[in-house]
């Protein structure tokens, strides 16, 4: 078993930044692939990010690219998302995840990833 706990959500105006932290514990954190998803009121949960477990490999969903990064410190257990130039539609209850997986980076769907943090919110205003 693992546990996630995301913090780091808050309100933001459009433009800004901010940074989630995803802690996991009871597990050998090093051993899981990390991804981050999202979900807004009335729609599905989509993918964000993902990071292989040795860091080496990064995977992002087109519509973050180039504002969002995704990174890891396996020392810390944690995972990290730095979410840059944050915009109205980036609104939404961000989850963290994590799969004992090959280290590689191309995991983007829900159902790839078995454990799973309750969610913070992300909130920008216009």
């Known amino acids: 078993q693992v546990q996630l706990v995301e913090s780091g959500g808050g309100l933001v105006q459009a433009g800004g930044s901010l940074r989630l932290s995803c802690a996991a514990s009871g597990r050998t954190f090093s051993n899981y692939v990390m991804g981050w998803f999202r979900q807004a009121p009335g729609k599905e949960r989509d993918f964000v990010a993902a990071i292989s477990w040795s860091a080496t490999r990064t995977n992002y969903a087109d519509y973050v690219k180039g504002r969002f990064t995704i990174s890891r410190d396996n020392a810390k257990n944690t995972v990290y998302l730095q979410m840059n130039s944050l915009k109205p539609e980036d609104s939404a209850v961000y989850y963290c995840?994590?799969?004992?997986?090959?280290?590689?980076?191309?995991?983007?769907?829900?159902?790839?990833?078995?454990?799973w943090g309750q969610g913070t919110q992300v909130t920008v205003s216009p």
């Open positions: 995840a994590a799969e004992e997986a090959e280290d590689y980076s191309d995991y983007d769907e829900e159902w790839e990833y078995d454990y």
